[in-house]
């Protein structure tokens, strides 16, 4: 499971955090934290006229003009497509606050694996985050449940483990990683476009080795709220939208 010597993280890595932003969804993030980092922060976006003090801009054509979530999860996704020179990456969602140096939870992160994830705070499982989904109306109810029909007869055990939270990604561009998350973005086209659905069933269906980061979390699912972690911070819109709330890393399970 661990990256072989060729692969393993030393300090001469070509490293980047990135983000992406389209269709201004949002206003973008700040990161206090690239102040005392050696590592660029880059953010894909298809607004020209965006700046940042803490952002390198980089604009991008979506992939779907009409369909500004899956032009950002492509961008998340095949991140090695967007950022070839980079051979270890930190992808943090737009509502993410970096509390640790990224150099730090790279190190931490990819020590063992070529690939790491947060789990999903307050979900108990895959196919409750199916659940969610579909009775919060967040994608279309035919993909979904016909996404769950097909897990359910190929991949059944992906629907009793814990979600991930897709909002951290740090990996090393392997040839195995970038198979897994061409097929993680394929089952998005194919599927829901909600990416925590089928992140567990990409992973299983290439028998990956990864990382799971715990988190300081505690009983509250909504404590992040109103305590601050170690690592990172979400705002309490991300919440609210029900995306990921978390904090990380306190420690590392294979």
């Known amino acids: ?112 694996h070529n690939l790491a994830f947060v789990r999903h705070s307050y979900r108990e499982s895959v196919a409750e985050e199916f659940a969610v989904v579909a009775d919060d109306g967040l994608d279309d109810p035919a993909r979904v449940f016909e996404q769950l029909l097909h897990y359910r007869a190929t991949w059944p055990a992906v629907l009793d483990e814990r979600p991930y939270a897709a909002g951290f990604i740090a990996r090393r561009s392997t040839p195995e990683v970038v198979a897994a998350m061409r097929t993680w973005y394929d089952h998005q086209l194919r599927y829901s476009r909600r990416d925590q659905l089928s992140l567990n069933a990409a992973l299983a269906r290439h028998g990956l080795p990864h990382a799971t980061l715990d988190l300081d979390n505690a009983d509250n699912p909504m404590a992040p709220l109103a305590r601050a972690g170690r690592y990172v911070a979400f705002t309490p819109a991300f919440n609210a939208s029900g995306q990921p709330a978390i904090s990380l890393p306190m420690h590392r399970t294979a």
């Open 1 to 112: 499971g661990a990256p072989s010597s060729s692969t393993a993280a030393d300090v001469t890595a070509a490293r980047a955090v990135c983000t992406v932003l389209v269709a201004d969804y949002e206003p973008l993030g700040t990161q206090p934290v690239a102040a005392t980092s050696d590592l660029p922060f880059i953010c894909f976006t298809d607004d020209p006229e965006l700046t940042s003090d803490c952002w390198e801009i980089r604009t991008i054509d979506p992939a779907f003009p009409r369909d500004a979530v899956r032009s950002a999860r492509r961008v998340k996704a095949l991140l090695h497509e967007y950022a070839p020179e980079f051979t270890e990456t930190l992808f943090i969602d737009n509502a993410i606050t970096l509390r640790a140096r990224p150099e730090d939870i790279l190190d931490a992160a990819l020590a063992d």
